[in-house]
């Protein structure tokens, strides 16, 4: 019965350990996000001698990880491409920080996201457009930043999102009509003489309303 009884316990402590294990590519992922985004100063840092599990902001299901909130944290720099190797992450959430840069184009490659959130930040360049590729995107949150350019197509097969905000960025051009599919939509535009205006575009009982302040 002792025997038993050891063995089980050993049972659950491995599946246990193992459920919160995660490759060697995830983990050495994460760390080049933390050396490139100055973690030496995060508010809350890693430990890097530690277990990934009790990284703060990591979360692990079933030995991948899943989600990564560091909002808020003092991240500063640019993301680094190798962000593209968790292909399992549904939710990134980095706002409230110093981030700048182009967002990578392996982002768009993260096809599992649900949850994207850069808000806040320092990002600049152009939206690529594979964002298209975000099918099972849900909340795509990315105002106040410096993005430009116009809106990518592609938004439009995004049914998936039931909010999206692009306001406070700097982006230019017409907004295609399909987007008003979306149930919400806040960005700002630039007019002709590069002044700033805050386009909403909401959809209510199948009536579009849409106003310019």
């Not at 890097?48 to 990591?58: E, Q």
């Not at 700048?100 to 850069?118: F, H």
């Amino acid at each position: 019965m002792r025997k038993f009884c050891f063995l089980f316990l050993l049972f659950t402590l491995s599946n246990s350990v193992f459920a919160d294990a995660v490759s060697d590519k995830e983990k050495d992922t994460l760390i080049k996000i933390y050396h490139a985004t100055n973690g030496a100063e995060w508010k809350i840092k890693w430990d890097l001698t530690s277990s990934v599990c009790t990284w703060f902001g990591v979360e692990i299901n079933n030995g991948q990880v899943v989600g990564l909130n560091l909002a808020d944290n003092n991240l500063k720099g640019k993301l680094p491409s190798a962000i593209g190797n968790l292909q399992h992450l549904q939710t990134l959430a980095l706002f409230n920080n110093e981030i700048e840069g182009n967002l990578p184009d392996s982002v768009y490659e993260i096809s599992t996201l649900k949850v994207l959130l850069l808000n806040n930040n320092k990002f600049s360049g152009n939206l690529s457009h594979k964002i298209g590729n975000f099918n099972s995107l849900e909340n795509l949150s990315l105002f106040d930043n410096n993005f430009e350019g116009e809106i990518p197509k592609e938004l439009e097969n995004l049914y998936n999102l039931s909010e999206m905000n692009l306001s406070y960025n700097r982006f230019k051009g017409a907004v295609s009509e399909k987007l008003t599919l979306l149930d919400a939509l806040n960005m700002t535009m630039l007019d002709e003489n590069g002044n700033p205006f805050l386009l909403d575009v909401h959809k209510e009982k199948d009536i579009t309303n849409i106003t310019v302040n």
